[in-house]
């Protein structure tokens, strides 16, 4: 994207997949931040940005999150007073800002008008009908008139601000190139290259004549632009600017004055000039800061009346922001800490006097990089006031209050106090002492800048708070730090024909309401985050006092927003009506009296039960479950909410599972783990998570009789002719008769076939000069085993023809695909001919290649990359056959690709992989050589074993059965730089168990 820039941890191009208005849910993976050395702050929650891949939130002082509303990743939040605020997002190619109001719903969607790109660096609400909003302007310049060796087409990026209306007028517009040549740039931004960001405006504020105050970081200036008439005032620049109009005054460092590379620049309340000084060109060590000067304009003078370094220092390369807040202190973010490398602090708030009253630190380890910090009191009730004298002070104004009021008696020095009001629950709530009950969505903090200069009492309206039932009941709870320790109730101090709760001393801290007793139902069962609960659940909760009767609610999430069921009922339990399977709900009650309801209890989850699994095969229909061969395919019904499923089959002599295997399909191929002639069991069941569902009704089979092993003739026999022939092959326990069948291995026509019980069968009158296969199978009281292995045999006049010798191929980087391999052999006396044959060495069942060869050597081609092959040669005249050659191998060499490094065999979820074998890749030119390594899971912490290898393919042997393995390779080039690979997960073949089997005919 043009211009794009990445930083760490914020994501400002375009991304195609989020939708602002949609319904999902907010993410809940936020940072892990913690606020520290929490004093004296100013009311307010932190706006941080971007927290999270898809959603926004507040952030409290104890860090919680409050509000969180799906956003997709955003960056530039900040707020309008109290009633919306904007953020800058992308979908797809569109880059735009949202706007939201105090209920964060979005409403506007602000852009400039015209074809201008906008730019994330600055957007938001101006005055309650209109916002300002910058843009990009690139214009094509010849910069060879401007530099030499500059280009004639290069793009220069300059800035637009536009004033709008939310109905789409344009008020006022700027734009950079009609005023601030390109060669104004610092000395960091390269003129020569083809597009060039050289004014980089990053802020934009007002000062109290409605004039622009304009960052300018490619500049190092801030400039002042009349909103009348869009000239340049002033420009005031650090050293390295070339358009810097002032003297700096008491600002400057060995080899440098002023500031660089800056953010938020802005009019203070006192009428000076603040911001971020992130230092960027100035000598090292490089130290970001924030500064504020006061400013003589018409004498064109910047006094630094004060700056504030972080302890110990450090440098942001890029973003970071200054606020100033209610109570004087300011507010600062770091952005992309680059020094120290690893940092783990997002912003401080500092009062005047340089001390830290709160600090924000990320502990993930990596450092969040939050384009700006800032604070708002949007959902919250803060006020500062600060006291000079005895008086009393309500903390309240025209449409809102704290319902917080203070008598101050002695006031030693002017003393700054805060109080919050929260609509919601204290977090981490614990007691000094018995439990409360009924706690009330609602908390307050009160800090004081100075508690030792004041003493005094304080008094909370609890007869006005509309959600306090029954003020003569309630109690006060305080403890001294917010969000940490336990709440103690504070005794006495009720007023019963006021309604108020009087302190006779001043508390700073953190306070809560609760009824001292038990006021309001308690959820019971099902017990709180209960799985596998019936689709009919019974809800039980226990019995509050003064309840006429009680409101209950279940919802499929914890907000309530959209209630699934409300009831109301006078007992203290009910049957709901069949909901969805596998879905989790909440649920909360309340009583209801004459003074109306009381508050809802914390809320309880369950989630019922995942849907039932239908066995399909093997099942009792027909005769499925009767003779079940090796590799049959066990299968199922999927079932509502389950995202895996448990398969188990059990012996049903030993009384214990077989296998025991959790997968995501609705299939399962047993392959060989199952002992022949034997009786099992099976069931399935869903599983969510580590939720196990129920199991389907118990099945049971009965597996086919063992493989025959097959004696005489062997495998590639040469036999002289005789009038008959004897075939012979092992017992199989349980077999009852035996098929055999001998078959052509030209065409697989049948020469012989029979049944018989004994082990042998003599056979009379085959054909001479004739190869042919012959098989067996076992056949027992409940079916047909498998067929044997197929042997090849042929019956000759003469004494064999001699074996032939492979002469090439052999080993390793041998072509594939359309290239041609050449396979050449030694000749064998007597020979008119020769059979050739290649085997897919991963399945070697049927030949790739079988063909009858004039001479000593034959051309072929289309053969897989990165692929083991064994081939053999026989010799065969009109009148014998000889017998086979020894098997040689020959590998394939790997298929190049620009990357490299992709497993190709095992493949991932792989099954029934041998212990020993190949494991193959793709290769790449860029590699000299390679490396596999093997380890438990996808961290390879430890790593099992490293294998070399000159190409794609690396064997291996050893590996334990059944066993899930992760396997990844390594490109090492020329230089020794590695480069990993994606990681491939197999699982090796399992163990066949062994079972004791009766001999007996008809039995199992």
């Not at 898809?54 to 900040?78: E, K, M, P």
């Not at 001998?742 to 029979?754: E, G, N, Q, T, W």
């Not at 899971?937 to 590996?959: C, H, K, N, Q």
Request: with cysteine; aromatic share 10%.
């Amino acid at each position: 994207m043009f211009f794009t820039r990445l930083f760490r941890n914020v994501l400002i191009p375009a991304i195609g997949m989020l939708a602002l208005w949609g319904t999902s849910p907010a993410q809940q993976s936020f940072r892990d931040l913690r606020v520290d050395r929490l004093g004296f702050a100013a009311p307010g929650y932190l706006l941080i940005a971007p927290d999270a891949y898809d959603s926004l939130a507040f952030v409290d002082h104890t860090g919680s999150r409050l509000r969180r509303t799906y956003s997709g990743i955003i960056s530039t939040l900040q707020a309008y007073g109290d009633t919306s605020l904007t953020h800058f997002v992308a979908i797809g190619t569109t880059r735009q800002f949202i706007r939201r109001n105090s209920s964060l719903a979005a409403t506007d969607t602000l852009r400039l008008s015209g074809s201008y790109p906008v730019d994330f660096h600055e957007g938001k609400m101006w005055t309650d009908s209109t916002y300002i909003i910058l843009g990009h302007d690139d214009r094509v310049v010849d910069m060879s008139k401007e530099v030499t060796g500059g280009r004639s087409d290069a793009v220069v990026r300059g800035a637009v601000i536009q004033e709008r209306t939310l109905d789409g007028a344009v008020l006022f517009e700027w734009k950079s190139l009609d005023h601030i040549p390109v060669s104004d740039a610092t000395e960091d931004v390269d003129r020569l290259q083809q597009k060039i960001d050289y004014i980089h405006v990053n802020s934009i504020n007002r000062d109290a004549n409605g004039d622009l105050i304009i960052s300018c970081r490619h500049l190092d200036e801030v400039i002042c632009v009349s909103r009348s008439t869009g000239s340049v005032l002033w420009r005031f620049g650090g050293a390295k600017s070339i358009g810097n109009q002032f003297t700096i005054i008491g600002d400057s460092i060995p080899g440098f004055k002023g500031f660089s590379h800056q953010h938020t620049a802005f009019i203070t309340s006192r009428g000076t000039l603040m911001m971020f000084d992130n230092g960027n060109l100035k000598p090292a060590p490089r130290t970001s800061r924030v500064v504020e000067y006061e400013l003589d304009i018409p004498g064109r003078k910047a006094t630094k009346v004060w700056d504030y370094i972080p302890v110990p220092r450090v440098f942001s390369a890029s973003m970071g922001s200054v606020q100033e807040l209610v109570n004087g202190n300011v507010l600062i973010g770091y952005g992309l800490i680059t020094e120290p490398a690893v940092s783990p602090l997002v912003s401080q708030e500092v009062s005047r006097a340089g001390q830290v009253v709160a600090e924000v630190n990320d502990n993930t380890g990596a450092a969040l990089a939050s384009y700006r910090v800032l604070k708002t009191t949007m959902g919250m009730y803060g006020s500062y006031k600060q006291v000079s004298a005895p008086t009393d002070v309500r903390f309240s104004d025209a449409d809102s209050t704290s319902f917080v009021s203070m008598s101050f008696k002695r006031v030693a020095k002017p003393t700054g106090v805060i109080v919050e009001r929260h609509s919601y629950a204290p977090k981490l709530i614990t007691f000094v002492g018995n439990p409360h009950c009924g706690t009330l969505p609602m908390r307050w903090v009160v800090r004081f800048e100075d508690a030792q200069s004041l003493t005094g009492q304080m008094t909370f309206d609890v007869g006005s708070m509309d959600n306090v039932e029954d003020p003569d009941q309630i109690r006060l709870l305080y403890r001294p730090l917010e969000g940490q320790a336990g709440f103690a109730p504070l005794e006495g101090g009720y007023v019963p024909n006021q309604r108020v709760i009087v302190l006779p001393m001043l508390l700073q801290g953190e306070f809560m309401l609760a009824y001292k007793d038990c006021f309001d139902p308690t959820p019971v069962s099902p017990a709180n985050n209960a799985v596998e609960v019936s689709a009919t659940p019974k809800l039980a909760w226990k019995v509050a006092a003064l309840a006429d009767s009680y409101e209950l609610q279940v919802a499929t999430n914890a907000d309530f927003i959209k209630p699934l069921l409300t009831l109301t009922t006078r007992r203290v339990d009910t049957t709901l009506p069949a909901l969805a399977n596998a879905t989790t709900f909440f649920w909360r009650v309340r009583k209801v009296h004459t003074k109306g309801p009381g508050p809802w209890s914390a809320p309880f989850s369950f989630t019922t039960q995942i849907g039932l699994c239908s066995a399909l095969s093997p099942v009792l229909v027909g005769k499925d479950t009767v003779a079940i061969q090796p590799g049959h395919v066990f299968r199922w019904t999927r079932a509502q909410g389950a995202s895996s499923y448990r398969l188990t089959i059990s012996d049903v002599a030993l009384e214990q599972p077989i296998v025991d295997i959790t997968t995501t399909a609705d299939t399962f191929n047993v392959g060989t783990r199952l002992a022949p002639n034997t009786r099992y069991t099976w069931v399935v069941r869903g599983v969510n998570g580590n939720t196990l569902g129920r199991a389907t009704a118990k099945i049971f089979l009965v597996t086919a009789p063992d493989r025959v092993s097959l004696r005489k003739p062997a495998n590639d026999a040469a036999l002289p002719f005789a009038p008959s022939t004897l075939f012979e092959w092992e017992a199989v326990p349980g077999a009852l008769r035996y098929a055999m069948s001998v078959r052509s291995a030209k065409d697989s026509s049948i020469i012989y076939r029979d049944t018989v019980v004994s082990t042998w069968v003599r056979v009379n009158s085959l054909p001479r000069n004739t190869p042919m296969l012959w098989q067996c199978r076992a056949i027992g009281r409940y079916g047909n085993g498998p067929l044997s292995d197929r042997f090849e045999f042929t019956l000759v006049y003469d004494n064999p023809l001699g074996r032939s010798i492979p002469l090439a191929p052999k080993g390793n980087d041998h072509p594939y695909g359309t290239a041609e391999t050449v396979f050449t052999w030694s000749s064998v006396q007597d020979a008119l001919r020769y059979r050739l044959q290649v085997f897919d060495r991963q399945s070697s069942a049927t030949a790739v290649v079988d063909t009858i060869v004039d001479g000593l050597k034959h051309v072929a081609s289309g053969f897989a990359p990165s692929t083991s092959y064994d081939w053999r040669v026989m010799a065969i005249n009109d009148r014998v056959s000889g017998q086979w050659s020894d098997t040689a191998r020959f590998i394939t060499r790997s298929e190049p690709s620009a990357i490299g490094l992709l497993p190709v065999f095992p493949g991932m979820d792989a099954e029934d992989v041998p212990t020993s074998g190949e494991w193959r890749f793709t290769t790449s030119d860029r590699y000299a050589r390679y490396e596999v390594e093997l380890g438990w899971d996808e961290s390879f912490r430890p790593v099992l074993s490293t294998f070399g290898s000159d190409d794609g393919i690396v064997p291996y042997a050893g590996l334990m059965d059944g066993t899930r393995y992760f396997w990844r390779a390594i490109g090492i080039a020329a230089d020794s730089t590695r480069t990993t690979g994606a990681y491939s997960v197999f699982t090796t073949v399992m163990p066949v168990v062994g079972v004791a089997h009766d001999a007996s005919p008809g039995t199992i």
